[in-house]
Nanobody, 121 residues
Framework: VQLQAFGGGLVQAGGSLRLSCAASGRTFSMYYMGWFRQAPGKEREFLTTVSVSGDITYYADSVKGRFTISRDNAKNTVYPQMNTLKPEDTVVYYC???????????????WGQGTQVTVSS
């Protein structure tokens, strides 16, 4: 599975942004999809994940209530809707695919290239 994340950009604090992660291949619907972010010099931080059918989601406390993840298996795409963005959300965001449900980066086998989100105060 090859993943490509896009949709990042500049947004004002309190604003919203929807990222996308497009997957190649016909096996997208077999993978759990997750989103992480990573600041320079820091460990990759788990944000959210969604089950293969899209009916089960899980969020880190840092984004719970602000981010919503969904997927469209017909389009091989997963979307995190990010609301009420804060300057501390400024970082590179990565999508990833895993054969099982989890919040640890090591369970994810495939990673996108990352997309930068910048939130201005």
């Amino acid at each position: 599975v090859q993943l490509q994340a896009f949709g990042g950009g500049l947004v004002q604090a309190g604003g919203s942004l929807r990222l996308s992660c497009a997957a190649s291949g016909r096996t997208f619907s077999m993978y759990y999809m997750g989103w992480f972010r990573q600041a320079p010099g820091k460990e990759r931080e788990f944000l959210t994940t969604v089950s293969v059918s899209g009916d089960i989601t899980y969020y880190a406390d840092s984004v719970k209530g602000r981010f919503t993840i969904s997927r469209d298996n017909a389009k091989n795409t997963v979307y995190p809707q990010m609301n009420t963005l804060k300057p501390e959300d400024t970082v590179v965001y990565y999508c990833a695919a895993s054969p099982r449900f989890g919040s640890e980066s090591y369970v994810y086998d495939y990673w996108g290239q990352g997309t930068q989100v910048t939130v201005s105060s």
